[in-house]
C-alpha cells in the first residue's frame, strides 16, 4: 500500500508538465471529429461499462444514476466514498496505444454545501500496479458543472495491456480525517476519450475589431506582393500555413519552408475587408509548374500580349532558382506556358556561385517593358566587411515582351548589406529598389548603411540603374521584431491605390496571439500608409496593429462572399467545386467552414444607406440541427438585429432570409454563429441584403484626384449596388465614358488624365439608367474630388 502510493505520487508529480499542456490546449486548435472510446460516456444507458476505481483495497465508492445531468436524460453520482481516488472509471485496455495522443473531456459538479467554494478533479489513467498519470484537471466552483478537458501522450514505451480511467478529487493520505474536504459525493457526466487529431483551423482571436494588421486572421501568408487590378487590390503569399502543424497544445513545429508550394491570395477595394481566393497550386505534383517544387515569394504584373491581357505569377523555387506561370485573371485560372524554370544558373550574368537565385521581383515600365529584380544571399563565408556589406548577391533583367523570357544578361545590384527581397516600383520618374537586409556575415558592418534585417531602398533614374551604394537613400522600415517583439526576415511590396502609397509587409503577430507570445517562424501580412519627401526620398513606416483606414463604405445590396471578412473568430475557408458568383465562374468559389458554437465573422463599415435594408440573405448547407446565424451592429455581443434559422435539409445548399427593420446607415456588420456544442453547424457561401426601397437607380460614387508623374487625373468609380443591370456614364471636366450593362455588385471605373499639372477642386458627374420593375429610370450622382498638384 505505502509502495503504491509512493510511486503513485511521484506519478503525478511527473506529470505537471503534461498538465499544463492540457490546460493549455483549451486556447489551442481543437481536434478534428474521431471517434469516441468511451462508451456510455453521457450514462444515457445507466452504469453500462462503468465502475468505481478499484486500483487500491481501500477504494471503494457507490454509483447511481441520476437525472441532474449536464447533457441529455442521465448523469452518474458518485457517493460513499473511501478514498480520494474512489470515482467512476472505465477499462480502456486495447482501445489505447502506446505513443499516440489523445484528447479527454468530462464534466464535474460537486454540490456539498460544507465543502470548499472551489475544489480540484483529475481524470486519470492507470496503467497497473502503481502507475498512474493525471491527463485532465479543472477546479470547479460548488454547485456549477466544470470541464475536465485536456490532451495527453501515452509513452512510448508504456505497457498498455491495463489501461483504465477514472474520475478522482487530490490524493490525500488521511481523507477522513476532512470527508467534506476530500470525500465529497460528485456527479460526472458527458465523458470523452479520443485520438487527438490536430485541426489548423485557429481558435484563438488573432485580429481585434477595430484592427487593421494583421489583414487576416484564420490563416498565415509572408512575403506579400501586392497587385492592383481594376481598383482592387491582390495580394499573393507564401503560404505559411502549409508548414503549421499545431501539436495538442495548439504550438506548431517550427516553419522550415519546405513543403511550401502553393500561393495564397487575398483581396479588397476597401482595404479592411478581405476576401480569401484561396490557394493556387503552383509547384509539386499537383501543381501548374511540376517542374518546381516551392513557391516562395510570389510577384505579380499583367501585360496585354498578342491582344489579350494576361496575368504573370513569378515565384521562387526555393534558393535555386525562380518561375512563372500565367492566369487568365487575377485568380485564374493557371497555366504554365515556359516548360522549366524562368531565372537558374545558367540565366547570363545571374549567378556568381554564392547567391541564391530566389525572391522575383516584376515590374513593367510605362513603355510596356518589363523587369525581373531577383536574387540573394550571397555569405561566402570570409566574414570580411566587405562582403558583409557588398555580397552584390541581386540581380535585375529585362524581361522579353511574352513575359516568360529574359533579354540580355542580367545586371548586378550592389545594394548596402543587401540580403534578399528585391521589389522595384516607380513613382515621378524616378526607379526605387527596396530590399531587406542581412543580418551580418560576420565582418563589421558599416554604420553608414542600413541596419541588420531590415527594408531599405535605393533610387536611380533608370530600371537597371545603376543600382549602386551611392544610389542608396535609407530605410524604409526596420525590423518588424522592433514592432512586434518577434523577429525573423523581411519582405515588403508597394503599390498605389486610390492616389496614396501603401507598404507590405509580414510580421509572426498571429502567431504571437496563437501562442501567447511564442513564434515558430508563421508569418501574417500587414499594411501600412507609404508617404514621402518633396525630394522623392520615403520617410520611414512604423509597424503598428491599427493598420491602415478602410478607404470607402463596403455596398451591401449584391452578392458578398462570405469568406469577405473584416475581423473574425474560430472559422476556416475551403474551395468547393464552381466559380465564385461574387467574382464570376474563373474566379474559385471559398466558403466559410468549420463553424462551431461562438465563432464569427464580421463586415467592417457596411453602408446602407438612409432607406436601410429590409432583409439579410445568407446562401449555407446545414451540417448539424439547431444552428442559427445572428446578425449584429457594431459588436460581436451587440444586439441581435435579425436570426437566421438554418433550418434546411442537412448537406444541401439553400438561401434562407430574415427580414431587418430599421437598419440604416454605416454599421459594421457582426454574424455570430451558434447552435449546439460540439457539432460542425454550417458551411456560408454568400450573403446579400435587401434594400428598402428600390426606387431609383442605386449606386455608390467616389472621386479623387491623384499624380501619375507631372500629371494630374481624376479619378472616377460607380459601384452598381442595385439589383439589375445598369449604364453608367461618367462626367468630368475632363471627359465622360459610358459603361453598359453594369452588373449589380460591379463598378464603372475611369482614370481622366487632365493634362495638367496642376487642378483645382471640382465636381464629377454619374447617370445611371436601368429597367426597374419594367420602367426605365435614371438617377443622377455628384462627387467631389480634391485640389491636386503633381509639379
Keep these: 500500500m505505502r509502495k503504491t502510493t509512493r510511486r503513485r505520487v511521484a506519478a503525478i508529480a511527473v506529470a505537471g508538465a503534461m498538465l499544463a499542456a492540457a490546460v493549455a490546449a483549451t486556447t489551442g486548435p481543437v481536434q478534428a471529429a474521431a471517434p469516441n472510446i468511451i462508451v456510455n460516456g453521457g450514462f444515457e444507458d445507466g452504469l453500462t461499462s462503468w465502475f468505481v476505481n478499484n486500483g487500491n483495497a481501500t477504494d471503494g465508492a457507490t454509483l447511481s444514476p441520476t437525472t441532474d445531468a449536464y447533457g441529455g436524460s442521465n448523469a452518474v453520482l458518485v457517493t460513499n466514498r473511501k478514498t480520494t481516488g474512489s470515482g467512476p472509471m472505465q477499462d480502456l485496455s ?8 489523445y484528447a479527454i473531456t468530462a464534466r464535474v459538479k460537486y454540490e456539498n454545501p460544507n465543502s470548499p467554494a472551489t475544489k480540484q478533479f483529475f481524470a486519470t489513467m492507470h496503467y497497473g500496479g502503481g502507475t498512474y498519470t493525471n491527463v485532465g484537471t479543472v477546479t470547479v466552483a460548488r454547485g456549477q458543472w466544470g470541464l475536465i478537458q485536456g490532451t495527453f501522450t501515452i509513452p512510448a514505451g508504456q505497457s498498455v495491456s491495463t489501461a483504465r480511467l477514472f474520475i478522482e478529487t487530490p490524493w490525500t493520505s488521511d481523507p477522513a480525517s476532512a470527508p467534506d474536504t476530500h470525500l465529497m459525493d460528485f456527479k460526472v457526466d458527458d465523458v470523452s476519450v479520443a485520438e487527438f487529431v ?89 501543381g501548374v509548374a511540376r517542374y518546381a517544387s516551392n513557391s516562395w515569394a510570389p510577384a505579380m504584373e499583367s501585360k496585354v500580349v498578342d491582344g489579350k491581357e494576361k496575368f504573370f505569377l513569378y515565384f521562387a523555387n526555393n534558393g535555386g532558382g525562380s518561375g512563372v506561370i500565367v492566369g487568365d485573371s487575377p485568380v485564374g485560372p493557371w497555366h504554365d506556358e515556359r516548360g522549366s524554370l524562368l531565372i537558374t544558373g545558367s540565366t547570363p550574368g545571374a549567378s556568381n556561385g554564392k547567391n541564391w537565385l530566389f525572391d522575383p521581383g516584376v515590374f513593367i515600365d510605362d513603355d510596356g517593358q518589363g523587369y525581373l529584380v531577383f536574387g540573394g544571399g550571397g555569405d561566402d563565408g570570409t566574414r570580411s566587411a566587405e562582403n558583409t556589406n557588398h555580397p552584390k548577391s541581386t540581380r535585375v533583367i529585362k524581361l522579353g515582351d511574352d513575359m516568360i523570357s529574359t533579354e540580355g544578361s542580367a545586371e548586378v545590384i550592389d545594394a548596402p548589406l543587401v540580403f534578399e527581397a528585391g521589389h522595384l516600383f516607380k513613382r515621378d520618374g524616378k526607379y526605387y529598389y527596396s530590399y531587406s537586409s542581412n543580418f551580418g556575415f560576420g565582418g563589421a558592418i558599416d554604420p553608414n548603411g542600413p541596419p541588420t534585417g531590415a527594408i531599405a531602398y535605393l533610387m536611380a533614374d533608370s530600371p537597371m540603374g545603376p543600382w549602386t551604394p551611392e544610389t542608396y537613400k535609407g530605410i524604409i522600415f526596420k525590423n518588424p521584431g522592433t514592432y512586434f517583439g518577434a523577429g525573423g526576415n523581411n519582405h515588403q511590396s508597394v503599390f498605389q491605390l486610390d492616389g496614396q502609397y501603401y507598404f507590405t509587409y509580414h510580421a509572426q503577430t498571429l502567431n504571437s496571439r496563437i501562442t501567447g507570445g511564442a513564434t515558430q517562424g508563421f508569418r501574417s501580412p500587414h499594411l501600412a500608409k507609404l508617404d514621402f519627401n518633396a525630394d522623392g526620398t520615403i520617410k520611414e513606416v512604423k509597424g503598428d496593429y491599427k493598420g491602415v483606414e478602410q478607404i470607402h463604405n463596403l455596398a451591401p445590396y449584391r452578392v458578398i462572399e462570405a469568406e469577405t471578412i473584416a475581423w473574425q473568430q474560430g472559422i476556416a475557408t475551403k474551395k468547393i467545386d464552381g466559380g465564385s458568383e461574387e467574382f464570376g465562374a474563373q474566379a474559385p468559389n471559398l466558403v466559410v467552414h468549420d463553424i462551431d458554437n461562438g465563432d464569427w465573422t464580421s463586415l467592417a463599415k457596411v453602408d446602407f444607406g438612409d432607406d436601410g435594408a429590409s432583409a439579410v440573405t445568407a446562401k449555407v448547407r446545414p451540417l448539424a440541427t439547431g444552428g442559427k446565424i445572428q446578425v449584429r451592429l457594431d459588436g460581436r455581443t451587440s444586439p441581435v438585429v435579425a436570426t437566421i434559422p438554418v433550418d434546411a435539409p442537412l448537406g444541401e445548399w439553400t438561401k434562407l432570409t430574415a427580414q431587418l427593420d430599421g437598419v440604416t446607415g454605416v454599421h459594421d456588420v457582426y454574424f455570430t454563429y451558434a447552435g449546439p456544442d460540439g457539432a460542425d453547424l454550417f458551411e456560408v457561401d454568400s450573403w446579400s441584403f435587401e434594400a428598402a426601397s428600390s426606387q431609383g437607380v442605386d449606386l455608390a460614387v467616389t472621386a479623387s484626384s491623384r499624380c501619375i508623374g507631372a500629371s494630374t487625373y481624376v479619378a472616377v468609380t460607380a459601384v452598381n449596388n442595385g439589383e439589375v443591370p445598369a449604364t453608367v456614364e461618367l462626367t468630368t471636366p475632363f471627359g465622360s465614358k459610358t459603361v453598359a450593362d453594369v452588373a449589380p455588385g460591379k463598378q464603372a471605373y475611369q482614370s481622366f488624365n487632365t493634362r495638367a499639372g496642376q487642378i483645382d477642386a471640382g465636381t ?28
Design 94 to 101: 486495447g482501445k489505447v496505444q502506446a505513443g499516440k495522443t
Design 198 to 286: 490536430p485541426s489548423t483551423t485557429i481558435e484563438a482571436l488573432g485580429k481585434n475589431p477595430g484592427e487593421g494588421n494583421p489583414l487576416i486572421s484564420h490563416k498565415f501568408g509572408a512575403d506579400g506582393n501586392a497587385f492592383v487590378h481594376d481598383g482592387r487590390v491582390y495580394i499573393y503569399m507564401t503560404n505559411d500555413t502549409q508548414e503549421y502543424k499545431p501539436g495538442p497544445t495548439g504550438v506548431s513545429s517550427t516553419n522550415t519552408y519546405a513543403s511550401i508550394n502553393t500561393i495564397t491570395v487575398i483581396s479588397s477595394d476597401d482595404l479592411m475587408n478581405w476576401v480569401d481566393h484561396g490557394e493556387i497550386p503552383v509547384a509539386g505534383s499537383s
Design 764 to 791: 464629377v458627374t454619374v447617370k445611371a439608367t436601368a429597367t426597374i420593375d419594367g420602367k426605365q429610370v435614371t438617377s443622377t450622382y455628384n462627387a467631389d474630388y480634391a485640389a491636386a498638384s503633381c509639379r
